[in-house]
C-alpha cells in the first residue's frame, strides 16, 4: 500500500465534473453553431463532454461507502455518499445550466505517482454562498450509481436459465446487464439456489437484497467504475495479508489509527432463536436456537424467508 507525505486537500484531491466543454461554453439560441464547442455531443471533438474542475478547490470532502447489517443477519448496502465544500473565485454555478443535479461527479487522488478515482457518482444537490471578497462556497451532494439501481425499473427480468434456479452472483449479473453495467473483475462467487423468474416491470431492489441474503454477501460499487462488486461475507479469522489493521500499534503494516471506539448493543437486534422458512412452501423450514442464551436470558425469536430451493440450502 503506497504511502503519502505532505498531503494537502486543496492542492492533491481533484473533484471534477463531466460537463460538454468542460463547463464553460453553453448552448445559446441564435448564437451557437451546429458542431461548435458548446453543442451538447457525446461524439468526440471539441464538443463532447470532458472532466473539468471549474478551477475550484477542494476544502472539504466527506465521502462514504458501504452499509449495515440487517438483523444481524445479513449486509444491506447503502448508496456511497460525497459530501463536498468546494472554493472557487472564478465560478458561479448560477452562470451554467448544465452544472446542475444529475451531472457525474468523481473524486480523484492525484499526489506524486498516485492518480486514483477514490469516488465517482452523480450530483444530487447543489447550494452556493457568496461573499464580498469572492471566495464562493459551492456545497455538492453527491450518491453513486446504487441510489439509482435501487430507483430504476426493468421492462423484463429474466433468470430462466434452464436449471430452475441461478446462483447470488449469476442474478447480479443479471441485474448489472440490465442496468447497463457489469460484474467488476474483484467479485467472487457465491454459494446458494435462487429459484428462477421471469417479471415484467419491476424494480430490482429486493432482487438485489435477496442475492446478498442468500448468498451471505457483501455488495458494493467500484468507486471507479461503477461495477457491481460482491464478495462472500468474510469469516472472522486471521486478516489475510494486506488488509488494513485497526489498532494502536504503529508499527504494523497497513496499519489505521484508532482514535476512538464506541460500542454497544439492544436486545431489541439480539436473538437466540431463529426460524428460516422456504418461500416456496411455507410448511418447510428450519430452526436454530441456543439453548444456553435461550437458559440465561429466555428466548428472542427471529422469522425469516428465503427464496431457495430447498430445506437444505436454507442452511
Not at 26 to 48: A, C, K, Q, W, Y
Request: proline letters at 5%; hydrophobic letters at 40%.
Amino acid at each position: 500500500m503506497p504511502t503519502i507525505s505532505d498531503f494537502n486537500i486543496a492542492t492533491d484531491l481533484k473533484v471534477e465534473f463531466y460537463l460538454a466543454g468542460g463547463g464553460t461554453n453553453d448552448f445559446i439560441i441564435g448564437v451557437s453553431r451546429l458542431g461548435g464547442p458548446n453543442v451538447l455531443s457525446e461524439n468526440e471533438g471539441e464538443s463532447t463532454f470532458v472532466w473539468s474542475d471549474l478551477s475550484c478547490e477542494v476544502a472539504r470532502a466527506n465521502l462514504t461507502i458501504g452499509g449495515s447489517l440487517v438483523d444481524y443477519l445479513y449486509f444491506q448496502p447503502e448508496p456511497a455518499t460525497a459530501q463536498l465544500t468546494l472554493q472557487t473565485k472564478e465560478y458561479d454555478p448560477a452562470y451554467s445550466a448544465a452544472f446542475r443535479a444529475g451531472v457525474r461527479v468523481r473524486v480523484r487522488l492525484v499526489k506524486d505517482a498516485i492518480d486514483q478515482v477514490i469516488w465517482s457518482g452523480v450530483i444530487d444537490t447543489i447550494s452556493t454562498s457568496y461573499d464580498p471578497d469572492g471566495n464562493n462556497l459551492l456545497l455538492v451532494t453527491a450518491f453513486d450509481n446504487f441510489k439509482r439501481l435501487m430507483n430504476t425499473r426493468f421492462a423484463v427480468f429474466d433468470t430462466e436459465l434452464g436449471s430452475g434456479y441461478v446462483y447470488p452472483d449469476e442474478q447480479l449479473e443479471i441485474i448489472a446487464e440490465e442496468f447497463g453495467t457489469e460484474m467488476h473483475a474483484s467479485s467472487q462467487p457465491l454459494e446458494g439456489e435462487i429459484l428462477s423468474r421471469t417479471e415484467i416491470n419491476v424494480i430490482p431492489a429486493p432482487y438485489v437484497y435477496e442475492a446478498i441474503q442468500i448468498g451471505l454477501a457483501i455488495f458494493w460499487l467500484d468507486p471507479e467504475t461503477q461495477q457491481f462488486v460482491a464478495i462472500p461475507r468474510p469469516i472472522t479469522s486471521t486478516p489475510a495479508a494486506g488488509t488494513p489493521v485497526i489498532g494502536n500499534n504503529h508499527g504494523e503494516e497497513n496499519h489505521l489509527c484508532m482514535s476512538n471506539i464506541v460500542t454497544g448493543n439492544s436486545e431489541n437486534v439480539l436473538y437466540n432463536s431463529l426460524l428460516a422458512n422456504l418461500e416456496s412452501a411455507p410448511g418447510i423450514y428450519i430452526l436454530r436456537e441456543n439453548p444456553d442464551s435461550i437458559e440465561l436470558y429466555g428466548k428472542y425469536a427471529k422469522d425469516v424467508t428465503v427464496n431457495t430451493t430447498n430445506s437444505g440450502a436454507l442452511s
